[in-house]
């Protein structure tokens, strides 16, 4: 059948209050207050719209990945070729609560509710980014790019994982230094 599928972590405002700007002008506000608060609660939720029908339901999955089960979890990506039509594997950034040793990587495996994971300390990966290997029909066959701030010196290099095992593959250093907070984008040269 058609549909739509869309996994998200958060279920309530939460992440809007604590992002407010006016936490940043409060000098007695913690950053560690947003990691608590935020990642109390982390789990995935897949929103199913049937396109046909208009019925639309949730689906909720249990805590499965490897990182520290209170770690927060957000910005879920999958393999482009696999939007609207029935797909495992789902690729996300995680934070452990205290958001100063490290941030990493999640590969789950919603079919199978299992999951995999990378995460090396002093490096804060952002948004992950699945690029499909040309020509590919298996569902992970491709690599995932982020670039990853490293803080023992301020740099940052796009890193390029196996998106079957999340094993790096390649470390490519960049000019500038980019915040581990950023958003990306892959565009495969035909748009």
């Not at 995999?116 to 290997?133: S, T």
């Not at 010196?153 to 230094?177: C, G, H």
């Amino acid at each position: 059948s058609s549909g739509i599928n869309a996994e998200y972590g958060y279920h309530d405002d939460t992440v809007y209050d604590v992002l407010n700007i006016e936490r940043y002008r409060d000098p007695n506000w913690k950053s560690t207050d947003y990691a608590i608060r935020i990642n109390d609660r982390p789990r995935i939720t897949r929103f199913v719209l049937n396109t046909v029908t208009g019925e639309g339901h949730n689906q909720d999955f249990p805590v499965m990945w490897n990182a520290p089960r209170d770690s927060g979890i957000e910005f879920p990506t999958i393999n482009p070729k696999f939007r609207g039509i029935p797909y495992c594997y789902a690729y996300l950034h995680a934070s452990n609560k205290d958001l100063r040793s490290a941030m990493g990587l999640i590969k789950l495996d919603l079919c199978k509710e299992e999951s995999i994971g990378w995460e090396e300390k002093n490096k804060f990966p952002v948004e992950p980014i699945f690029v499909p290997r040309p020509g590919s029909a298996d569902e992970d066959d491709g690599v995932v790019l982020s670039p990853v701030l490293d803080s023992t010196n301020n740099s940052t290099s796009l890193y390029i994982w196996s998106a079957k095992n999340l094993e790096v593959l390649a470390i490519v250093d960049t000019p500038v230094t980019v915040p581990f907070t950023l958003h990306g984008l892959w565009f495969d040269g035909k748009h």
